[in-house]
């Protein structure tokens, strides 16, 4: 599983009672379960891996999220062991580039920001009472999922349906699963199929220049001037059921094409209409 937000807290005092800190990161991961965002809760998340996978899994879990949230009730618990750690760790990686990140903190006790310590003070902070709130700035700040949309790269439109030749042709690419490289994967079908077939490409290109050129090259291998082939947009040649099952097998949450604004035309106002020349004020104009 792929984690978009770690939320960060201490769980108990040293007499193994629970801190405020971790009822209120409880009600956190089930208010940010319920609205479908990938959350690392240590309680839920570590149990699903063996005991000798705790480190490398909250190491895994830092390096994907886009949002880190830090829970505390006092700053003793803030800076300890473990949850300094993790909030280090993560603003490290988000101050040096390697990652684009935000951090956001939940006080459940009466701290001040200027309690912090000194690398927190710049961090948005939220009371226990404003967890709907910090809800959106989460959502604000988490990437866009991908869509059909982003991934296509070239459709092409065989105008035959005479000789059952009204056929599709996608490329679609994307990560490759292993995470080393992009994948390039051609689908066709009918013109009104409900699935496509498909088959990998390629699967070592590593930019968008080296996708566009294989594709481009696929692309000139298929257009034969005796084929009739068209590019014709993918919206316009595939079913819902089409998109949506092409959906599910890219992984891909939204099967639908983002909404685009439209761009404003200015209407020009209306030109004067010349009389014509032969009309008989003008010929009487011309006699004087």
């Given at each position: 599983?792929?984690?978009?937000?770690?939320?960060?807290?201490?769980?108990?005092?040293?007499?193994?009672?629970?801190?405020?800190?971790?009822?209120v990161?409880?009600?956190?991961?089930?208010?940010?379960?319920?609205?479908?965002v990938?959350?690392?809760?240590?309680?839920?998340?570590?149990?699903e891996?063996?005991?000798?996978?705790?480190?490398?899994?909250?190491?895994?879990?830092?390096?994907?999220?886009k949002?880190?949230?830090?829970?505390?009730?006092?700053?003793?618990?803030?800076?300890?062991?473990?949850?300094?750690?993790?909030?280090?760790?993560?603003?490290?990686?988000?101050?040096?580039?390697h990652?684009?990140?935000?951090?956001?903190?939940?006080?459940?006790?009466?701290?001040?920001?200027?309690?912090?310590?000194?690398f927190?003070?710049?961090?948005?902070?939220f009371r226990?009472?404003?967890?709907?709130?910090?809800?959106?700035?989460?959502?604000?700040?988490?990437?866009?999922?991908?869509?059909?949309?982003?991934?296509?790269?070239?459709?092409?439109?065989?105008?035959?349906?005479?000789?059952?030749?009204?056929?599709i042709?996608?490329?679609?690419?994307h990560?490759?699963?292993?995470?080393?490289?992009?994948?390039?994967?051609?689908?066709?079908?009918?013109?009104?199929?409900?699935?496509?077939n498909?088959?990998?490409?390629k699967?070592?290109?590593?930019?968008e220049?080296?996708?566009?050129?294989?594709?481009?090259?696929?692309?000139?291998?298929?257009?034969?001037?005796?084929?009739?082939?068209?590019?014709?947009?993918?919206?316009?040649?595939?079913?819902?059921?089409?998109?949506?099952?092409?959906?599910?097998?890219?992984?891909?949450?939204?099967?639908?094409?983002?909404?685009?604004?439209?761009?404003?035309?200015?209407?020009?106002?209306?030109?004067?209409?010349?009389?014509?020349?032969?009309?008989?004020?003008?010929?009487?104009?011309?006699?004087?």
């Amino acid at each position: 599983m792929s984690y978009q937000v770690f939320i960060s807290f201490k769980k108990s005092h040293q007499s193994k009672t629970l801190t405020p800190d971790a009822v209120v990161a409880e009600k956190l991961y089930k208010l940010f379960r319920d609205n479908k965002v990938e959350t690392f809760y240590s309680e839920e998340s570590l149990a699903e891996c063996g005991a000798g996978q705790f480190s490398r899994a909250i190491e895994k879990a830092l390096d994907e999220a886009k949002v880190l949230v830090l829970v505390g009730s006092c700053r003793e618990n803030i800076e300890s062991r473990w949850v300094e750690a993790e909030w280090d760790s993560f603003l490290n990686d988000v101050r040096s580039g390697h990652k684009e990140g935000h951090l956001f903190i939940v006080n459940c006790g009466t701290m001040k920001p200027s309690e912090l310590p000194l690398f927190l003070r710049r961090q948005q902070m939220f009371r226990e009472d404003e967890l709907s709130r910090l809800l959106q700035f989460v959502l604000n700040a988490l990437p866009d999922s991908p869509t059909l949309d982003d991934v296509i790269r070239g459709s092409l439109h065989c105008f035959r349906p005479e000789r059952n030749e009204d056929k599709i042709y996608l490329w679609t690419a994307h990560k490759s699963p292993q995470g080393s490289g992009i994948m390039v994967t051609a689908h066709w079908g009918p013109r009104n199929a409900k699935r496509l077939n498909s088959q990998v490409k390629k699967t070592d290109l590593t930019n968008e220049d080296e996708v566009a050129a294989f594709v481009n090259s696929e692309k000139r291998q298929k257009m034969k001037p005796s084929e009739g082939y068209r590019p014709k947009a993918y919206s316009k040649l595939l079913t819902a059921e089409a998109r949506s099952l092409l959906c599910a097998a890219l992984g891909l949450n939204v099967a639908e094409k983002r909404p685009q604004t439209k761009k404003r035309v200015a209407k020009s106002s209306p030109r004067p209409k010349k009389s014509p020349k032969n009309t008989p004020k003008a010929s009487a104009k011309k006699r004087r």
